[in-house]
Each structure stands twice: as C-alpha cells, then as structure tokens.
C-alpha cells in the first residue's frame, strides 16, 4: 500500500512549514490518473498524523486534472 508513504510524506512537509502551529485542515488535489486510493490516504492520515501538529486535522479532497498528486493548501487553527 503506497498510500501509508505517501501519507507519511504528506505529514512530513506540512509539519515542517507549520513548525509548532497546530493544523486544522490539509487539502490535497488528486486527478484521476494519480493512481492513488483516497480511502486509503484518509485511513492512514488518521494513523501517520497521531502525535504531531497535524493530530485530528481533516483530510479534504479537490478533484484534479491527469495524474495530479499535489498539497493543494493547509490551514492552521486559531490559537485560543
């Protein structure tokens, strides 16, 4: 199953531009071409992001031309 690299990937570069700030939501652009299973990334998003600033952040999905795989954008939560 890639998809756990490729969640493991995704993880990594979000959390090292979000430094210590908690994320609230990732959203990733995905064509069909990209070969990629989104059941599959959510599942191992919830597993990957367990114990890092990305721990309970939601997983979105933009439909995408091609065999686009990309992070589209990422939002932080609003410090209380």
Not at 36 to 59: H, N
């Amino acid at each position: 199953m890639h998809e756990l690299g490729l969640t493991r990937n995704i993880v990594a570069i979000v959390s090292e531009h979000a430094g210590a700030r908690a994320v609230k939501r990732v959203q990733l652009a995905v064509g069909p071409h990209a070969c990629v299973e989104r059941q599959a990334l959510s599942f191992c998003f919830d597993m990957v992001a367990a114990g890092t600033v990305l721990e309970g952040a939601d997983l979105d999905f933009i439909e995408a031309e091609g065999d686009t795989f990309k992070i589209r954008e990422y939002e932080f939560r609003e410090e209380a």
